[in-house]
């Protein structure tokens, strides 16, 4: 089984950094996309930053040199470092695992990021 357990949200003022973190407590895949999403009240669910196996990074233009995507492979953990957050990112967050081996998609729960004075 795969499990993504995420953490690190919260309210944070504008300005503001987070670090969100996903670990995936099941199932380990050596060919796979993990990452982020978000979607905001009455907007669609979008790509915020993806990391694959072979270390290829894509980020979504709104937060382009603002969130840094990281992994720990020892702790088959992803990071999502948010600096310089802005009201318009407030959204859920859902940590995202492809895996190869089975072609398989998995979603954490969510968890809520409020950008807010």
């Known amino acids: 089984q795969v499990q993504l357990v995420e953490s690190g949200g919260g309210l944070v003022q504008p300005g503001g950094s987070l670090r969100l973190s996903c670990a995936n407590s099941g199932m380990i895949f050596s060919i796979y996309v993990m990452g982020w999403y978000r979607q905001a009240p009455g907007k669609e669910r979008e790509l915020v930053a993806t990391i694959t196996s072979d270390g290829s990074i894509n980020y979504a233009d709104s937060v382009k040199g603002r969130f840094t995507i990281s992994r720990d492979n020892a702790k088959n953990t992803v990071y999502l470092q948010m600096n310089g957050l802005k009201p318009d990112d407030t959204a859920v967050y859902y940590c995202?695992?492809?895996?190869?081996?089975?072609?398989?998609?998995?979603w954490g729960q969510g968890t809520q990021v409020t950008v807010s004075s």
């Open positions: 995202y695992l492809y895996g190869e081996m089975y072609r398989s998609h998995y």
